[in-house]
């Protein structure tokens, strides 16, 4: 054995065995490549150098819990999987959702429309984001390529346009516009984007983006460097506003670091609502802004560069701001506190509406909330609909609610798969009835397979 082990070897032995070994690692990558792409080229071969190449992630998985399921679903035992009736079994309301999903059946991002009158799924899309990231290369910065698989890339608030295309992204990652097959049309790859998607009077989009650091400047490339993007259908991106430099520029860089420790997403910009029309308290154009991470919620001008108004709390930790009527605003708050033994929602999420008028904050569905054991420590929304109506969103808590003025609840979906796991959601939207009636005889149309 000690002979076989420290015996002498030709050199050309070894290099004959490194060229093998190269054109082995070579075609070994290219199975997977091809396998990723969606080839079933090799058959078994590759599935097999597939499965070998998705050990680490196999690995990581293991240690890690997997973030798309809900490991404390054990509160939503009795209620029943998908959609269902609120304990009055009340008649369905008017309107759509478009119901952004993880689809543990299928092991990938759904998007549904759905009419809440009467629970229907008039169409869905299954968008593949091997299809649609293609041609992006890797982006270190504040990025999360690792979940840019089909099993774990979460559509997070899609848009639906009138052609029956979405306007989808990742929670940060590149912007694409589809068409209604989920093809994609054009693709935003320069930067990164995430969180809400809004609209505003004039048909762009307002979004949460990431600009990659410019050479010289003084933050690392690891610095979130939130900024406003307004982007149009055609995928022209025709405005870049840097919080940062709003902060800079209104003296208030202590709202970026409180305390002395440098942190890389001091802001967390998470949602951007545009202001319509005209209101006694802003104008048309404005722009709601709200930032996780000091728990503040602002009023911005982009056309003078002004901060009209800013609150920070009593709403902490928020994902979600509204505009109700000329002079109210609601703020969906996670209510989340971390005692120095980890982030946790203190007993349960809150809207909370600010009158502008008054000053006041209320809580109309606190009540309801507590009843019903509503939370989720990160992302989630709402919205209140016509009539009175809240919908509400547990995005890791995988559970759509749908509250009337009185606190009881008309309708709910439990995103419940087959193997009794209850996955995430990604930021469903209300859509109202006209639009959804339109948006339906559209893609009664669609034919995908032609």
Same mark, same amino acid.
């Given at each position: ?91 369905? *309301? =008017? +309107?759509?959702?478009?119901? $952004? ?11 549904? !429309?759905?009419? &809440? ?115 149009? *259908? =055609? +995928?022209?991106?025709?405005? $870049? ?11 208030? !860089?202590?709202? &970026? ?194």
């Amino acid at each position: 054995m000690k002979r076989f082990l420290f015996a002498r070897i030709e050199a050309w032995v070894l290099c004959v065995f490194a060229l093998i070994g190269l054109l082995g690692l070579i075609a070994f990558g290219g199975l997977v490549l091809l396998r990723e792409r969606g080839s079933s080229f090799a058959g078994g071969v590759g599935a097999a150098a597939h499965a070998l190449a998705e050990l680490p992630l196999v690995f990581k998985r293991l240690r890690d819990p997997d973030s798309r399921i809900n490991h404390y679903a054990k509160r939503f035992d009795a209620i029943p999987s998908g959609w269902s009736f609120g304990d009055a079994g009340a008649p369905g *309301l =008017d +309107g759509y959702v478009l119901l $952004s999903r993880i689809d543990g059946d299928l092991q990938r991002q759904s998007i549904e !429309l759905v009419s &809440l009158s009467d629970m229907k799924t008039h169409y869905t899309w299954l968008p593949d984001v091997n299809e649609l990231m293609a041609d992006v290369d890797p982006i270190p910065q504040r990025s999360e390529n690792e979940r840019w698989t089909l099993s774990h890339f979460q559509t997070l608030h899609p848009f639906v346009n009138a052609d029956g295309g979405l306007i989808l992204k990742d929670n940060y990652s590149p912007m694409v516009r589809t068409d209604a097959c989920s093809h994609p049309m054009w693709l935003l790859a320069d930067r990164i984007y995430s969180h809400s998607t809004e609209v505003d009077a004039n048909g762009d989009f307002w979004v949460p983006a990431h600009p990659p650091q410019e050479p010289d400047s003084r933050w690392p490339a690891s610095y979130a460097n939130d900024s406003l993007d307004r982007v149009t *259908l =055609d +995928g022209k991106r025709v405005e $870049s506003i840097s919080l940062t430099k709003v902060f800079t520029d209104h003296d208030l !860089l202590g709202k &970026l670091f409180p305390i002395l420790t440098y942190y890389d997403d001091p802001l967390h910009l998470n949602d951007i609502q545009p202001v319509l029309e005209d209101g006694p308290f802003w104008k048309k154009g404005d722009l709601f802004v709200n930032l996780r991470g000091p728990s503040m919620v602002m009023l911005y001008r982009p056309s003078t560069n002004e901060i009209i108004w800013m609150k920070e709390g009593p709403w902490l930790k928020q994902h979600d701001v509204d505009i109700l009527d000329d002079h109210r605003i609601s703020v969906f708050s996670n209510n989340v506190r971390d005692y120095g033994k980890g982030t946790r929602v203190e007993e349960v999420v809150d809207v909370m509406i600010y009158d502008f008028s008054t000053g006041e904050v209320t809580r109309p569905w606190r009540d309801a909330f507590l009843k019903y054991d509503v939370e989720t420590t990160f992302a989630g929304l709402s919205e209140v609909l016509p009539g009175g109506n809240l919908m509400v969103e547990e995005t890791f808590g995988g559970r759509l609610l749908i509250f009337d003025k009185d606190g009881n609840i008309v309708q709910q979906y439990l995103n419940r798969a087959g193997d009794g796991q209850v996955y995430a959601m990604a930021w469903t939207r209300y859509i109202e009835p006209s639009v959804g009636d339109a948006l339906v005889k559209v893609l009664e149309k669609v034919n995908c397979n032609g």
